[in-house]
């Protein structure tokens, strides 16, 4: 998968840099790429917003730096992709699909791990990096023309840019791509990876502080252990996430297992 991202704070991007995801991009099973939205300016003062129309607080992102960034990266991975589609010398170049243009905004539709798996399927991604007030809604309308255009929200807060959330997005996205992640058996049973929360979990020592690992942790009667786990997925799930739990209700959760909440 290749990722572009473009941010006019491209060091806020460096932590892709460490662990995990770091890792993946230097096996290369990540080609990640961050581009400074400035270096899409012409003028001496490299200015990247300006005054709202219609009034208000803030500044709002001119439009031409991001259709000159947004047109460069479209060009460049297409090129890519046309390489790879094409696949080598005299075969006919398949026309690329063209790359999901992810949005970071409050007004977006609510980015989570069903999201993760879908766009970890894509062969590129591009995240455009929103600051101020936002972005000229013109650049929007535009890129429809070169992308798939998803507005992508974190959550109900405010933040004072996009930054975070790509942070947060790469990483949900990029632990899900082949390779990445040592045990993909790891990756099963995880919060939300079945829609439920994930099960607690204990280690060394089995006690600890008066505080004692539940007994059929330590029976070895995995059976037992998996239904403890099950039943604690959705006694959590009951508890700290109702709304999860409606899907469940809805066709995943025999009425008996509900008795218990
Ligand atoms: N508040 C923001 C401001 C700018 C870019 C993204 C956001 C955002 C994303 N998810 C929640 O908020």
Redesign the pocket.
Known sequence: MRIDVVSIFPEYLAPLELSLIGKARQDGLLDLRVHDLRDFTTDKHRSVDDTPYGGGAGMVMKPEPWAQALAAVAAAASVAGAGEAAGGAGAMAAEPAKPVLIV???A?ER?NQALAHELAEEDRLVFA???YE?IDERVIEWAEEHFTVRP???????????E??VLAMVEAIGRLLPGVVGNPDSLVEESHSDGLLEYPVYTKPASWRDRDVPAVLLSGNHGKIAQWRRHEQYRRTAERRPDLLEAFDAGKLPRADRTAF
């Open positions: 970071p905004s409050p977006g980015f990096c929103g600051r936002g992508m929200s974190l959550g109900d807060y405010v933040l004072n840019g996009g975070v959330a």
